[in-house]
T-cell receptor
Framework: DTAVSQTPKYLVTQMGNDKSIKCEQN?????MYWYKQDSKKFLKIMFSYNNKELIINETVPNRFSPKSPDKAHLNLHINSLELGDSAVYFC??????????FGPGTRLTVL | GENVEQHPSTLSVQEGDSAVIKCTYSDSASNYFPWYKQELGKGPQLIID?????GEKKDQRIAVTLNKTAKHFSLHITETQPEDSAVYFCAARPNSGYALNFGKGTSLLVTP
């Protein structure tokens, strides 16, 4: 029983491409997040949705667009991928405002 | 915004010894301080947390202490085991909002 799942686990793509990462949680949580972990392991919030509404939108290039079709899903679409986008992207969820569960991560490599 | 400093960046201990990781935060309005353990190839896992109205919290071999005046909090792991080897992150959450600000992580190695 995976609480927070992400697909794909690995994503290798060329610069300039558009790609999506999907996230689903089966915990019934109201809040979902996207975090980025860079090569030095630093974790930084990107977005947060509460009941399908965007509540956090950090300083992230507008090439990144989150979409929440329902409370259980928060997908991340990235346009015109750049080398600097290479990182591990983590989805997370929480019943309120305290992050509880992280997904397994998606390692994005832009060539 | 909130700035969270974490030390040390790497820590190596012998099995059975204690390990201590320290964090400081800048926003005195922060009220929630979780700790996460990240094993290789996995997502961070919440292991313990503490709120600003509590000074200490313990869960088996893991304890967290909070000094609000000094704006620092620490993770203590006693009787370390090789499976405790991982990267540990502290985080702080400002009084309002949903975002956690993370420290840069401590890579803990427990040698048999």
């Amino acid at each position: 029983d995976t609480a927070v799942s992400q697909t794909p686990k690995y994503l290798v793509t060329q610069m300039g491409n558009d790609k999506s990462i999907k996230c689903e949680q089966n915990l019934g949580h109201d809040t979902m997040y996207w975090y980025k972990q860079d090569s030095k392991k630093f974790l930084k919030i990107m977005f947060s949705y509460n009941n399908k509404e965007l509540i956090i939108n950090e300083t992230v290039p507008n090439r990144f667009s989150p979409k929440s079709p329902d409370k259980a899903h928060l997908n991340l679409h990235i346009n015109s991928l750049e080398l600097g986008d290479s990182a591990v992207y983590f989805c997370a969820s929480s019943p309120g405002s305290l992050v509880r569960f992280f997904g397994p991560g998606t390692r994005l490599t832009v060539l | 915004g909130e700035n969270v400093e974490q030390h040390p960046s790497t820590l190596s201990v012998q099995e059975g010894d204690s390990a201590v990781i320290k964090c400081t935060y800048s926003d005195s309005a922060s009220n929630y301080f979780p700790w996460y353990k990240q094993e290789l190839g996995k997502g961070p896992q919440l292991i313990i947390d503490i709120r600003s109205n509590v000074g200490e919290k313990k869960d088996q071999r893991i304890a967290v202490t909070l000094n609000k005046t000094a704006k620092h909090f620490s993770l203590h792991i006693t009787e370390t085991q090789p499976e405790d080897s991982a990267v540990y992150f502290c985080a702080a959450r400002p009084n309002s909002g949903y975002a956690l600000n993370f420290g840069k992580g401590t890579s803990l190695l427990v040698t048999p």
